[in-house]
């Protein structure tokens, strides 16, 4: 083995797991070198880029959908095993996580305002540093979780605390921001609220304009700007009680409707700041139900939370129809497994707490601030 040249020992170290090839790090410099490479990471890259990643349905304390076994990180067992340290570590029941992102980071919001930013595969765990008291912090609701990523490295992370207020004629929005790249928390107010989406270094949420329509506003943490990007709802101009959701698929925001009284269910992708007609599906019965999640990597499967059979439901828009009591097997031979029992909610309710978390192509280590 010793005869082997680099480029023989990236081709072997490529065709690990991520967390096989994390721990042969441990073995001696050369493979230190060559894990971290960028080359290696192109060759991992190319050998995997039909696989797909390890993901969950999470809510902010439970894991209730796992798949996991895939070829990308060989994971035996489900991401919600793996956060559980976090209890281990805390000693208690109250970690709530609060914001999910697409570089397998998650922000957990912890009692008296204090806030940690972990990896659960490799158990890394940052503190945050205490809000200073003049920010009044209890005002503040947690919003999410950005990142900064460039060149496939993870370079930074911003944590967002949101007050939403109306001023005069238009909407406000104050945030509270701390920086890993700064190391410190600052107050910033966006001109211009359900769990926003991530992605991309930018925040997503549902939000209501002045004329009472519902839309989509957006921000860019990582831009000098201070104004935010609303955009309408494709169906805006029509009924105001679709039941509405916006997640993310494939690397975009997607919106999905329905209508109770109507047996068809849309699907939206926005793209260059327009919204997209993804797919539109005929039902064989009023729908009924609330979306969960739908699949990171495949915008043909959601999972939504049936309140006439208070269960799990899975729906493929390739076959246009729905399975209840979701317990089965994905088609790649992975583990796709369906936790617990969802809490009953009132059908009032358009929306739900549910976020999706799902590891990434790559393994980041959590950035420190400067000090």
């Known amino acids: 083995m010793e005869s082997f040249t680099e480029d023989l020992w990236e081709m072997i170290l490529a065709r690990l797991p991520l967390k096989s090839m994390t721990s042969s790090k441990l073995v001696c410099k050369q493979w230190k070198a060559i894990v971290e490479s960028p080359l290696l990471r192109k060759i991992f890259d190319s050998h995997h880029q ?3 990643s390890s993901w969950s349905l999470m809510d902010r304390e439970h894991e209730v959908m796992a798949h996991y076994g895939c070829e990308i990180w060989g994971l035996s067992r489900s991401l919600g095993s793996y956060i559980s340290f976090l209890n281990e570590k805390f000693e208690t029941e109250k970690v709530r996580y609060v914001s ?3 570089v397998g980071l998650m922000l957990i919001g912890m009692p008296a305002f204090s806030y940690y930013v972990a990896n659960p595969i490799s158990r890394q765990c940052v503190e945050l540093p205490p809000i200073p008291l003049s920010l009044e912090v209890h005002f ?3 919003s999410g979780l950005v990142t900064r990523i460039e060149n496939g490295l993870l370079l930074g992370y911003k944590v967002v605390l949101v007050r939403t207020r109306c001023i005069r004629s238009n909407v406000s929005i104050d945030v509270l921001i701390y920086s890993s790249e700064a190391g410190l928390w600052s107050f910033k107010t966006i001109h211009y609220s359900a769990l926003p989406v ?3 270094g930018k925040l997503y949420w549902r939000g209501m304009c002045l004329d009472g329509k519902e839309a989509v506003v957006s921000h860019d943490f ?3 700007s201070e104004q935010c990007l609303i955009i309408h709802f494709p169906d805006s101009e029509k009924n105001p009680y679709f039941r509405r959701a916006v997640t993310a698929s494939q690397g975009f925001i997607m919106y999905i409707n329905s209508y109770k009284d109507d047996l068809s269910l849309r699907v939206w992708r926005l793209k260059s700041g327009e919204w997209q007609i993804v797919s539109e599906i005929l039902l064989e019965t009023a729908f ?5 999640g ?10 939504f939370k049936s309140d006439v059979h208070t269960c799990l439901t899975f729906t493929n828009l390739l076959h246009k129809g729905a399975k209840f009591g979701l317990k089965e097997r994905s088609s790649f031979g992975h583990t796709l497994s369906f936790e617990g029992v969802l809490v009953p909610q009132k059908i009032e309710r358009l929306y739900s707490n549910y976020s999706t978390f799902f590891l990434p192509r790559w393994l980041y280590r959590i950035p420190s601030p400067p000090s």
């Open 140 to 142: 503040f609701g947690v």
């Open 198 to 200: 991530s992605l991309k």
């Open 222 to 224: 990582y831009a000098e």
């Open 288 to 292: 009924d139900c609330i979306l969960l």
């Open 50 to 52: 039909n696989s797909q």
């Open 294 to 303: 739908m699949n990171p990597f495949d915008a043909n499967k959601m999972y």
């Open 100 to 102: 999910y992102t697409e």
